[in-house]
């Protein structure tokens, strides 16, 4: 008998231009990320049809669950086949901010998926919009 979890952390979607903004507190479980992916899927038929980019700003304890990692990395190879570019991570509000982008790593890496961690919203707004321009740039 398959038992659902409550779903741990929370998330904050929104979306400027062709950028998704993602906010969450960690920690995630499994059922934390389906829920995201739900309330993504809004954003996502906006952003359908051309390069897009995600900037992903986590608080508290940043760790995903080894099942949450696992469909996370799912989640990043199939939005870089819908035209997800590049993501901007920053996880300065992170209680371990080292262990985080170490953790996040590794689960980016599996989703063999573009991405960059940083200090500065605005040097990751930049970085983003360079990513989405250079694919355009070299798909004409």
Known sequence: MNKLFEA??????????????????GPWNLESLQQSAQLVQPFLQRLKGSPWAAMVILHGECI????????LAEIL????????VAT???????YSPNF???????????GNHPYAFFDDIDLARNWLEGQI???????K
């Open 88 to 94: 901007a991570l920053l996880v300065n509000d992170c």
């Open 133 to 139: 321009n250079a694919v355009e740039y070299y798909a």
């Open 77 to 84: 190879q199939f939005e870089s086949e819908e035209g997800r």
């Open 8 to 25: 741990h952390g929370t998330w904050n979607i929104d979306s400027d231009g062709r950028v998704l903004l993602i906010e969450g507190t």
């Open 64 to 71: 995903y669950v080894p099942a949450a990692g696992q469909k």
């Open 100 to 110: 985080a982008k170490e953790h996040i790593s590794n689960i980016y890496d599996k």
